[in-house]
Nanobody
Framework: EVQLVESGGGLVQAGGSLRLSCATSGLTFDDYTIAWFRQAPGKEREGVSYISPSNRNTRYTDSVKGRFTISSDNAKNTVYLQMSILKPEDTAVYYC?????????????????????WGQGTQVTVSS
């Protein structure tokens, strides 16, 4: 059984930092692109950051470039999202997801409903 389990969300003031973790199990880590998505109330789920654990290639949506960093610990089959200089508009439920076989660049073009596996989400709230 494939599982993706997010942790690390919480409440933080604007300008602060948080680190999210996505622990995976039941899949061949190197065969997937792992991504962080987020969904704010009343908005569509959007892809934020993508990584290929096999070669550490990464991609980011424009709104988080220079503030968020995605990384992977292949020994732990875990992906992290270090979020800095947080803004109130970063408030959302953050999900990690896995997509088989595509590169991060390719994966950025794939809509959320076509991704293979999802975690349950973790809430991030940034106060102004």
């Amino acid at each position: 059984e494939v599982q993706l389990v997010e942790s690390g969300g919480g409440l933080v003031q604007a300008g602060g930092s948080l680190r999210l973790s996505c622990a995976t199990s039941g899949l061949t880590f190197d065969d997937y692109t792992i991504a962080w998505f987020r969904q704010a109330p009343g908005k569509e789920r959007e892809g934020v950051s993508y990584i290929s654990p096999s070669n550490r290639n990464t991609r980011y949506t424009d709104s988080v470039k220079g503030r968020f960093t995605i990384s992977s610990d292949n020994a732990k089959n875990t992906v992290y999202l270090q979020m800095s200089i947080l803004k109130p508009e970063d408030t959302a439920v953050y999900y990690c997801a896995a997509l088989w076989a595509l590169t991060p660049t390719q994966a950025m073009t794939i809509p959320a409903h076509k991704w293979d596996y999802w975690g349950q989400g973790t809430q991030v709230t940034v106060s102004s």
